[in-house]
Every structure is written in C-alpha cells, then in structure tokens.
C-alpha cells in the first residue's frame, strides 16, 4: 500500500459506512446534534420555563460566548495545535475596553481622551491579535511546544489584566453622551430581528469561517497542516505562516468575545474567563473535532457550543448546585472524547507487517512517485 492510498483511506472508509446505513456510524456522526436534541427535551420536561422563545434567546446568549471561542479553539486545532490562552486574553480583552471606557489620560498635555466605541473594538481585537502573534511565533518559529507557549501566555496574560486594574473592576461601561463614548452596552444588550447581537456576530463570523476553511487556499493549507505537517511542507504549503496565523485569529476571537461579555455585565474585571479556555476546548471536541488536528468542521463547534451552553443554563434552571454542574460539564466532555476515540479508532488503518512478515510484494500495474508527488496527492485528500 503506498502513502497516498494510507492517506486517502480514512475518508473512504467513513464514506463506506454511510453507504450501509449504519445506524451506529450515523449516531456517532450525528452525535452532538443528537445530544441536544436530548438535552432540550429532558430540561422541558424538567422545567415549564425552560422551552420558551424568551428562555432560547437568553441562553443563545451565552452560547455566543462559547462559540466565538470555540471557532477560534477549533482553527487551532484543525493545526493540531492548543490554546490555554483564551480565557486570559477574553479577561484582558474586557480590562483593555473598561479601561479606554473610563478615559485615557495624557499627563503630557493634561487632557482625558475618551475614544468612540468603535475605536475601542479594533483596540481590543488589536490586543487579542498581538497576544495570539506572540504565541504563534513561540510556537512556529522558536519551536516551543503549543502547550507550554499557551500556558505561560495565559499566566502572563492574565496578571498584566491584573495589574491594569491593581484586581479591581471597571464599572459603568455605558459611557456619557457628553464624552461621545456611548454605545459600549449595544454588543451586549440589542437585539436584530430579536436575536441578540453576539449570536448574529457569532453566526456572521461562523458564515466567514466556513466560507475560508472549505472554499479558500488557507482552508486546504490548514487541514493539509494539521493531517500531515511534512507531507504539507514538501507540497510547498507554508506551514509556519498558517501556524501563526491560526493563533492570531484565535486571540482575535477571544477578544471579541470579552467584548461581548463584558457588555452584557456592564462590567469588566480581570478573572473574568477563567477556565474558558477548557470550555473553548470541550466546544471543539464535542463537535467531532480531534485533537491530533485536521478532522474538523465549523458545524460540529456550534453545535457543541449549544450543547455546553444549554446544558450549563438548563442546569441552573432546574436549581443543581455548582458543584453538581461541574460534575455533568465533566462528564459530558470525557464522553465526547470517549465518542471521538471510538469513532476514530473504528475507521480503516492500514495493516502493520509483523516482525517475521515478508517485505510486500510490488504491484505490477502501479508506478513509483517521487516523495514531493506523493505528499502532494496525500495534502489534496484534505
């Protein structure tokens, strides 16, 4: 069997399954959706007030905020990389808007300027985008290992929003009219056609990351990256550009969901996110994504953003303590790692020769490729 046939073989034999209608392919296909369907009917029967529009809106909500971190989660791990990050980038996210909110002053000319709304969104996202820079270059350039890289970023990230504030909360983001800085609440508070703003953002940049992941070069670059990283590089993909990137887009994401969270509590405090980045991580995997990188869709991460969300609201509801919650969340997540191992585990792999076998014998009516040939059939199955 030669590598491009190992390569191929996977999506091949999931595709094969389907043509049987296997009910068990079908089920570990579909379950994320599948899991919401059950979590929606055992929560209204559960509560009167849990299946109502109103009730839907308000935990699209906070849905939003698992998503926007979930997409940005998701485009790193189809890397096959992680991001520990998230949950202290949306916190200073939040910091860096009360922050300008609350007036910037120039002690050199003895003024307080207070910047527009919309000045303080691209500042934001701007600090979101630097902190992902800097992780990816760890990454991509110096080679350290995402997890380290990330992990000392969300330690770092998370004590200059600390030292922003000296642990303190901003409050009263609303701005005054006479500053010119109102309009801060609109992100968290209007609602388009009765849908809240962050879920219209949400599925707006969903739309853009799906267009990019199936229609663009960077899409087919990302998934060849993460499936195979050396048979992308020989194929002349780059590998460390696409590596930094993805990381960027992730910071940028977490800040717009900071934005987004700290509008809808009027209020911005440097904690804010902590262990988000587990939800952001628990959101991509319980859409069918793998952690190894380049299995993935933006489809299955809202959907699993809408399991974590309703669940964690539908429990609330119904009056579990915390500590319960914690308990449910968690095992919800192993048994979507479960689903994914045994999903994965149960597609085609090529036969291993044992100690003492034979070497294969040539196929007469196949010809020999050069290496950059065949890593670029195997990057084009992607």
Same mark, same amino acid.
């Given at each position: 069997?030669?590598?491009?046939?190992?390569?191929?073989?996977?999506?091949?034999?999931?595709?094969?399954?389907?043509?049987?209608?296997?009910?068990?392919?079908?089920?570990?296909?579909?379950?994320?959706?599948?899991?919401?369907?059950?979590?929606?009917?055992?929560?209204?029967?559960?509560?009167?007030?849990?299946?109502?529009?109103?009730?839907?809106?308000?935990?699209?909500?906070?849905?939003?905020?698992?998503?926007?971190?979930?997409?940005?989660?998701?485009?790193?791990?189809?890397?096959?990389?992680?991001?520990?990050?998230?949950?202290?980038?949306?916190?200073?996210?939040?910091?860096?808007?009360?922050?300008?909110?609350?007036?910037?002053?120039?002690?050199?000319?003895?003024?307080?300027?207070?910047?527009?709304?919309?000045?303080?969104?691209?500042?934001?996202?701007?600090?979101?985008?630097?902190?992902?820079?800097?992780?990816?270059?760890?990454?991509?350039? @110096?080679?350290? *290992?995402?997890? $380290?890289?990330? &992990?000392?970023? !969300?330690?770092?990230?998370?004590? +200059?929003? %600390?030292?922003? /504030?000296?642990?303190?909360?901003?409050?009263?983001?609303?701005?005054?009219?006479?500053?010119?800085?109102?309009?801060?609440?609109?992100?968290?508070?209007?609602?388009? @056609?009765?849908? *809240?703003?962050? $879920?219209?953002? &949400?599925?707006? !940049?969903?739309?853009?990351?799906? +267009?990019? %992941?199936?229609? /663009?070069?960077?899409?087919?670059?990302?998934?060849?990256?993460?499936?195979?990283?050396?048979?992308?590089?020989?194929?002349?993909?780059?590998?460390?550009?696409?590596?930094?990137?993805?990381?960027?887009?992730?910071?940028?994401?977490?800040?717009?969901?900071?934005?987004?969270?700290?509008?809808?509590?009027?209020?911005?405090?440097?904690?804010?996110?902590?262990?988000?980045?587990?939800?952001?991580?628990?959101?991509?995997?319980?859409?069918?994504?793998?952690?190894?990188?380049?299995?993935?869709?933006?489809?299955?991460?809202?959907?699993?953003?809408?399991?974590?969300?309703?669940?964690?609201?539908?429990?609330?509801?119904?009056?579990?303590?915390?500590?319960?919650?914690?308990?449910?969340?968690?095992?919800?997540?192993?048994?979507?790692?479960?689903?994914?191992?045994?999903?994965?585990?149960?597609?085609?792999?090529?036969?291993?020769?044992?100690?003492?076998?034979?070497?294969?014998?040539?196929?007469?009516?196949?010809?020999?490729?050069?290496?950059?040939?065949?890593?670029?059939?195997?990057?084009?199955?992607?």
């Amino acid at each position: 069997m030669n590598k491009t046939q190992v390569a191929t073989q996977p999506q091949g034999a999931s595709k094969s399954r389907f043509a049987g209608l296997d009910p068990i392919a079908i089920l570990l296909e579909g379950r994320a959706f599948f899991a919401l369907i059950i979590i929606i009917v055992v929560f209204s029967c559960l509560s009167p007030n849990y299946f109502t529009l109103g009730n839907f809106l308000t935990m699209s909500s906070h849905v939003a905020i698992y998503g926007l971190l979930g997409l940005g989660m998701l485009l790193v791990i189809l890397n096959g990389g992680i991001d520990l990050s998230v949950g202290s980038t949306l916190g200073l996210s939040g910091v860096m808007a009360g922050f300008f909110m609350n007036g910037v002053t120039v002690d050199a000319l003895g003024v307080t300027m207070y910047p527009p709304v919309w000045v303080v969104v691209i500042l934001c996202c701007g600090v979101g985008g630097l902190v992902g820079l800097i992780n990816g270059i760890l990454i991509a350039r @110096f080679r350290v *290992p995402a997890f $380290v890289a990330t &992990l000392g970023s !969300l330690y770092t990230v998370r004590g +200059i929003a %600390l030292l922003t /504030t000296n642990g303190l909360t901003y409050n009263n983001l609303g701005g005054n009219e006479a500053l010119g800085n109102t309009g801060f609440d609109w992100l968290g508070f209007n609602r388009l @056609f009765n849908i *809240p703003v962050g $879920v219209l953002v &949400l599925f707006g !940049l969903a739309i853009i990351a799906s +267009i990019v %992941l199936n229609k /663009t070069a960077f899409g087919r670059w990302l998934y060849a990256s993460g499936g195979n990283e050396r048979a992308a590089r020989l194929s002349g993909v780059p590998v460390k550009r696409v590596q930094v990137l993805v990381y960027v887009l992730s910071g940028v994401c977490a800040a717009i969901a900071g934005l987004i969270l700290s509008s809808e509590l009027t209020s911005a405090g440097p904690t804010a996110g902590t262990t988000y980045e587990l939800t952001a991580i628990a959101t991509v995997v319980i859409g069918g994504a793998a952690l190894t990188g380049g299995i993935g869709n933006v489809r299955g991460t809202l959907l699993g953003a809408f399991v974590i969300g309703f669940l964690s609201d539908g429990l609330v509801i119904i009056g579990v303590s915390a500590y319960w919650q914690m308990v449910f969340t968690g095992a919800v997540i192993v048994l979507a790692v479960l689903l994914n191992s045994i999903d994965y585990s149960g597609r085609a792999k090529p036969a291993k020769p044992g100690k003492n076998s034979p070497p294969p014998k040539p196929d007469p009516g196949q010809t020999s490729q050069p290496a950059t040939g065949e890593a670029t059939q195997a990057t084009r199955t992607h």
